[in-house]
């Protein structure tokens, strides 16, 4: 157990709809990374957030949004679906702003499934 | 634009058959190269972190090496439960992201 906690694990919408994917990092741990893992492009980037403020900024597509919270919690908005987007979306948490260690504790992931 | 190349895409073994998987990368500023494990439906695992070419890492029959253009995981004498997909990360310049490669779905068969 990574102590990244991701919900929900499973999701199954429709075309154009919007959905909410949260992630709860480790106790401690500031920094949150969005990940999106498919089977044709691997674990893509999307964008990090460091005790609410935006870092880093991936593949995101203008679709897609993301915050964190003041009690450090994030949401990754994903909105106008489209069957592409189908994926499995990871969150990740570090305790440092750029981690020299590379060391990111990944949560189970959420499966987001368009039809 | 920076990039990282992992091979083989599959590699099966048998148990106690060494090998070795490769990671390819070209990055500008390079900061450190990582491994992580990743097991069917899980999040990736952290591994090692490689930071200057000659490096070696291990941690029990996982073996990691750098040099200036490569990476290489050394899998000595596998056990069934080493199969998982091995991936590959760079940590380019002053950012904190990590650029992911495809991976190495390993299967290690009694």
């Known amino acids: 157990d990574s102590g990244v906690t991701q919900t929900p694990k499973h999701l199954i919408t429709a075309t154009g709809q919007r959905v909410t994917l949260r992630c709860s990092p480790r106790?401690?741990?500031?920094?949150v990374y969005w990940y999106q893992q498919s089977l044709d492009q691997g674990l893509q980037f999307l964008i990090q957030?460091?005790?609410?403020?935006?870092?880093a900024k991936g593949n995101i597509l203008e679709r897609f949004s993301a915050q964190q919270f003041p009690d450090l919690h994030s949401e990754l908005n994903l909105s106008s679906l489209e069957l592409g987007d189908s994926a499995l979306y990871f969150c990740?948490?570090?305790?440092?702003?750029?981690?020299?260690?590379?060391?990111?504790?990944f949560g189970e992931g959420s499966r987001l499934t368009v039809l | 634009e920076d990039q990282v190349t992992q091979s083989p895409e599959a590699l099966r073994l048998q148990e106690g058959e060494s090998s070795s998987l490769n990671c390819s990368y070209t990055?500008?500023?390079?900061?450190?190269l990582f491994w992580y494990r990743q097991d069917p439906g899980k999040g990736p695992e952290f591994l090692f972190t490689?930071?200057?070419a000659g490096e070696e890492k291990e941690k029990e029959r996982l073996k990691a090496t750098l040099t200036k253009k490569e990476s290489f995981l050394h899998i000595t004498a596998p056990k069934p439960e080493d199969s998982a997909t091995y991936l590959c990360?760079?940590?380019?310049?002053?950012?904190?992201?990590?650029?992911f490669g495809q991976g190495t779905t390993l299967q290690v068969k009694p």
């Open positions: 990740a948490s570090s305790v440092a702003e750029r981690s020299n260690t590379g060391e990111l504790f």
């Open positions: 106790s401690g741990d500031l920094s």
């Open positions: 957030y460091y005790n609410g403020e935006e870092r």
């Open positions: 990055v500008s500023g390079l900061r450190g």
């Open positions: 490689l930071y200057s």
């Open positions: 990360a760079v940590s380019p310049g002053n950012t904190g992201k990590l650029i």
